[in-house]
């Protein structure tokens, strides 16, 4: 049985039942964001210095680790 979308080496693929262009067409576009591609795209839109890279990856962690004490503190 064939699956519904596979991730090939020739690149994404995802197949249309029924001609519901649609549905394969949302399922492409959720595949993207779970790969982060929107993201890419829009990273690398400008030119972002290194020390903004740096800066901006830095307080991402600050932000999870947060999140993350506050969930521990919670149980």
């Keep these: 049985m064939r699956d519904d979308y596979s991730n090939a080496k020739n690149g994404t693929k995802i197949y249309v039942k029924n001609n519901d262009v649609?549905?394969?067409?949302r399922k492409l576009k959720k595949m993207m964001q779970q790969e982060k591609v929107f993201q890419e795209i829009r990273d690398r839109e400008f030119?972002?210095?290194?020390?903004l890279k740096r800066n901006?990856?830095?307080?991402?962690?600050?932000?999870?680790?947060?999140?993350y004490l506050s969930q521990r503190d919670k149980v």
Aim: hydrophobic residues 40%; charged residues 45%.
């Design 22 to 25: 649609g549905r394969a067409m």
């Design 47 to 51: 030119f972002e210095k290194p020390s």
């Design 56 to 67: 901006r990856a830095k307080a991402s962690a600050v932000k999870r680790w947060k999140k």
